[in-house]
């Protein structure tokens, strides 16, 4: 067996995940009220405020607000942002990589659903690309792949927002990828789903322009944790993104872009330009 034909045998393998037993689900969310913005738990349509993140040990605080009164934010707070390029097939031509693709952008970027993804005046070719979001629980270095779920919180929709042009002629990525508000996180945080096998599906004014399984991804969720791990130490809160799938296109002041991910919820955002 050649090097070609195995890399494709180990990369389905490291995909594969045991039944895990059957966890509670539970949803969190980050919200405005009272000027500030606070962490809380979603119960039936009420929202339990929390003393601060879930991954950081927030703890109820005895005080709740009804869900559809709030204005909700990404309900993440990350120091580290790690991206995943190329890590579906349907996205890339030829063999995939040996190794991730990885890089990083400033938690600066992330926005939440219902706020406004800004072209800059210079971006001519901005590009919607839906992901799945998981979120670190604990501090993490070296860990084994084995393990590596032990370390995974939860999961959030995403929708890395791309500039092409820029992604094609800088020489790194920070600026077409990493752009104020060119990270939409949300709408929930949400612990004990199978992110192994979520359905992802991406919609450009309600047209239905992306979708596949994570039960697709060359570099699965756990294998992405294992492999950073080697060379940074995660902290909680911090993120780990999919990559997209398929083709993209390009997104025009006025568009709304939808990611949803089963389980999770729906993000929604309306581009507008930037002056």
């Not at 045991?18 to 738990?41: D, K, M, T």
């Not at 004990?192 to 047209?207: F, H, T, V, W």
């Not at 083709?247 to 089963?262: F, K, N």
Request: contains cysteine; charged residues 20%.
């Amino acid at each position: 067996m050649n090097r070609s034909t195995v890399l494709p045998v180990c990369l389905a393998l490291w995909a594969v995940v045991l039944p895990l037993e059957a966890q509670e689900i539970h949803r969190y969310v980050r919200y405005e009220q009272g000027g500030g913005v606070q962490w809380g738990e979603v119960v039936g349509e009420a929202v339990h405020e929390l003393t601060s993140a879930p991954y950081a040990g927030g703890t109820p605080t005895g005080r709740t607000t009804a869900l559809s009164s709030l204005t909700l934010r990404a309900p993440v707070e990350p120091t580290q942002i790690f991206m995943t390029a190329y890590n579906f097939r349907s996205h890339i031509t030829g063999e995939p990589a040996e190794y991730p693709g990885l890089f990083l952008v400033p938690p600066s970027s992330i926005i939440g659903t219902g706020q406004d993804i800004v072209r800059p005046p210079e971006s001519t070719n901005l590009h919607y690309e839906a992901e799945m979001v998981a979120v670190v629980g604990r501090e993490a270095r070296n860990v084994p792949l084995g393990e590596a779920h032990e370390y995974v919180f939860g999961v959030a929709a995403g929708n890395d927002v791309s500039e092409r042009d820029w992604q094609r002629d800088d020489i790194q990525w920070s600026r077409a990828k990493g752009s104020r508000t060119f990270n939409v996180v949300g709408p929930h945080l949400v612990t004990g789903l199978d992110y192994a096998d979520l359905e992802i599906e991406g919609r450009l004014n309600g047209e239905r322009v992306q979708g596949q399984n994570t039960s697709d991804l060359i570099f699965s969720i756990d294998y992405m944790l294992h492999y950073i791990s080697q060379y940074f130490t995660l902290h909680p809160g911090d993120l780990i993104w999919t990559g997209t799938m398929g083709s993209t296109r390009a997104m025009e002041p006025g568009d709304t872009y939808e990611v949803e991910v089963e389980g999770v919820g729906v993000i929604r955002n309306t581009v507008v330009q930037g002056r």
